[in-house]
Structure formats: C-alpha cells, structure tokens
C-alpha cells in the first residue's frame, strides 16, 4: 500500500460515535468477520490498548482537569499504544480494530470542550508520525450516529457513567458536530451509520461498508 495513511500491509479501522450509540459491540463481532476470512485481528481500544494507556485512561475518565491536561493525556495514551500495539500489528499485516482513535479527541476535547483545534491538529501530526514521517491514520473509520437525546436515554439507568458520560445532552450535540467537522475534512475515509437501528440492521450496514471497499466478501 502506498497511500500516506498506510502501512505495510495491515489494515486499521477505527469505531467513533458519542456515548451510547452503541459501536463497541460492534469491534467484536467484526472481529469475528475478519478472523473468519483469514486476518489475524488486533481489537484494541482508546484511550488505553496499553497498561500504561489504560492507566492514563483511569485518570482521563475519573478525574476533573483542564481541557488541555485532558487532551495531553489522551495524545501521551496514543502514542504509548501506536508505539506499542497498533504500528507492530500493522508491521505484521494484521486487521488492527480500535474502538475509538483522534477524531474523539477532536470531538469530545475540541468540540466538546472546546479546546483549540489546531493545537489538537498540531498534537495528532505530532504523535502519530510513523518511522517513515507518514501521519497514521485509520483507512477506515465507522462513525456510529444517534440523536443525542436517544442516546442518553439508552445510557441511563445502564451502568455508573464516567466523567463523560454523565455530561449533558448538549455537550454531546457539541461533540457529534465535532464527528460531522471531521467527516467534511477528510470524507473518504469515513463510513456513517445510522445507529438508531435494530442491532442487526447496524450490522448489516457495518458490513456493507467493508464489502464496498473489498476488504471483506
Ligand atoms: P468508551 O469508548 O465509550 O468506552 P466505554 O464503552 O467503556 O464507556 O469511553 C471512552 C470515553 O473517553 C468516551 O466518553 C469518550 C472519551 N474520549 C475522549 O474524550 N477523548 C478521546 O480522545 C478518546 C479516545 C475518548
């Protein structure tokens, strides 16, 4: 593969969407597709996919700060899991699936919070430059769409939320602006499904995105 956003041979596809739209369920039942059809698969998620990553992720998710110590953190997680877990699954030609990458930072700490968008853009050049000066970059992002007020009604009552996701509705149309700002920069690599689906039908439109691309039959 020769794109910039490429590696060797592995393929990397991320899943995005605001709390509640119900994509994590989703990494694994592809995972399964892919394993079925020969890939060797890396589910891995953000922040975290590390024990030093999923350490950050308890102080990210647990405790108030800044929305710039906010952002470092989830930048320092990044790159302890691209070093770590994501550039060697891709060196091997494996289907690295990580639930959640950038555009979160983008949404949640940019939009979300409103932190500077550049100084984020400045971040991702920064951390997730390959050994070869490339930026890495999904191939494929699936970005899970609800209306965020079906999603906080499908979060309530579920389990104890964290710092995020026991913030108000508005914070997440922020954050779901945020995922559209992100798709109009760099549409083709995005696949939007509607998430306010039967699980099934989420599904079935989960794998006609991969199919489009040839990267399943
Ligand atoms: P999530 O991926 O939804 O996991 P779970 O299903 O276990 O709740 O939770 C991660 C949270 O972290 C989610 O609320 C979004 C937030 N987040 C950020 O704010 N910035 C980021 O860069 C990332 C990766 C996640």
Redesign the pocket.
């Known amino acids: 593969m020769s794109s910039s956003s490429q590696g060797a041979d592995g393929l990397f596809i991320s899943f995005e969407g605001i709390?509640g739209a119900g994509k994590?369920s989703h990494v694994q039942t592809l995972a399964q597709a892919f394993r079925a059809q020969g890939w060797a698969v890396t589910v891995t998620?953000?922040?975290g996919g590390t024990p030093l990553a999923e350490k950050l992720r308890t102080l990210?998710?647990g405790e108030p700060m800044d929305p710039l110590t906010?952002a470092l953190l989830?930048f320092a997680a990044r790159r302890d899991h691209l070093v770590r877990v994501i550039e060697p699954a891709l060196a091997r030609g494996e289907a690295v699936l990580c639930?959640?990458?950038?555009d979160?930072?983008f949404a949640?700490?940019g939009s979300?919070r409103g932190f500077d968008l550049q100084v984020l853009a400045q971040l991702e050049a920064w951390v997730q430059r390959t050994p070869a000066g490339d930026l890495r970059e999904p191939h494929l992002t699936l970005l899970f769409e609800i209306d965020p007020s079906i999603a906080a009604a499908r979060l309530a009552g579920a389990r104890v939320p964290?710092k995020?996701?026991s913030q108000p509705v508005d914070f997440f149309s922020r954050v779901a602006t945020g995922y559209a700002l992100r798709v109009r920069q760099n549409p083709s690599r995005f696949a939007r499904v509607d998430a306010d689906q039967p699980r099934e039908a989420v599904w079935t439109d989960v794998l006609a995105a991969l199919r489009s691309r040839g990267w399943l039959t």
């Open positions: 709390d994590s998620r953000e922040p990210a998710l906010e989830m639930d959640r990458f950038t979160a930072t949640y700490q979300g964290d995020f996701e």
